[in-house]
């Protein structure tokens, strides 16, 4: 059964700085990899979606990376800002059974 | 992509009652999913909404508690029955355009509340 692991569970940080958030999982057979945003009490945003055979995706100042032997992936915001305050989650998709992480909450501070 | 819509956007019910959750897509879609969001939790998925045909559900889920219409290509319905306070959760419908492993697209969610 496919495990999906989120590191960090919680993060803060300074307004400007860069960070990482960590996702690993324990089946590589996987055909993607998604990272979602979600604001408290909000449904889902899909940030980014990687492809199996991809290693990385980027879009404006996230960057999403994957290795797929090691069954990690990581999502890098670059120059965070208070409004990219939320939680992050990741999830492996296998012939549409996904499974997500537990998140990472991400607080920015002014 | 596909828009997706959920109604209600929350309820608070009593023990006992049941509620229907709409999902309605803008657009055509092969595979629509339920999940559910207990508090402080991930998502877990409760089941495959199958046009036509009976749901397929995940273990622990089954179509007494929470059953599920898929009567065309862009709607669904999941019914929560019988609620108890442990039902308490958001429920989110997503889909996928093609049949594909692609990206879901998830609704809003319905935050249900049962006291």
């Known amino acids: 059964k496919q495990e999906v692991t989120q590191i960090p569970a919680a993060l803060s940080v300074p307004e400007g700085e860069n960070l990482v958030l960590n996702c690993s999982f324990t089946d590589s057979a996987i055909y993607n990899l998604q990272w979602f945003r979600q604001d408290p009490g909000k449904g889902l945003t899909s940030l980014l979606l990687i492809q199996s055979s991809q290693r990385e995706q980027t879009s404006g100042r996230l960057n999403a990376s994957l290795d797929k032997s090691s069954g990690r992936s990581t999502l890098y915001i670059a120059a965070s800002q208070p409004g990219d305050s939320a939680t992050y989650l990741c999830?492996?998709?296998?012939?549409?059974?996904?499974?997500f992480g537990a998140g990472t909450r991400l607080t920015v501070k002014p | 992509s596909a828009v997706i819509s959920q109604k209600p956007s929350r309820d608070i019910c009593q023990r006992g009652t049941s509620l229907t959750i709409q999902c309605q897509v803008d657009?055509?879609?092969?595979?629509m999913f339920w999940y559910r969001q207990q508090p402080g939790q991930s998502l877990t998925l409760i089941a495959t909404?199958?046009?036509?045909?009976?749901?397929?559900?995940e273990s622990g889920f089954v179509i007494d508690k929470f059953p599920i219409s898929r009567p065309n290509l862009t709607f669904s319905t999941l019914t929560v029955s019988n609620m108890s306070p442990e039902d308490s959760s958001i429920y989110l419908c997503?889909?996928?355009?093609?049949?594909?492993?692609?990206?879901?697209?998830f609704g809003p969610g319905t935050r249900l509340l049962v006291l």
């Open positions: 909404a199958n046009q036509g045909s009976e749901a397929t559900y």
């Open positions: 999830a492996v998709n296998r012939n549409n059974d996904m499974r």
């Open positions: 997503s889909a996928t355009p093609s049949g594909g492993p692609e990206t879901q697209y």
């Open positions: 657009s055509q879609v092969t595979m």
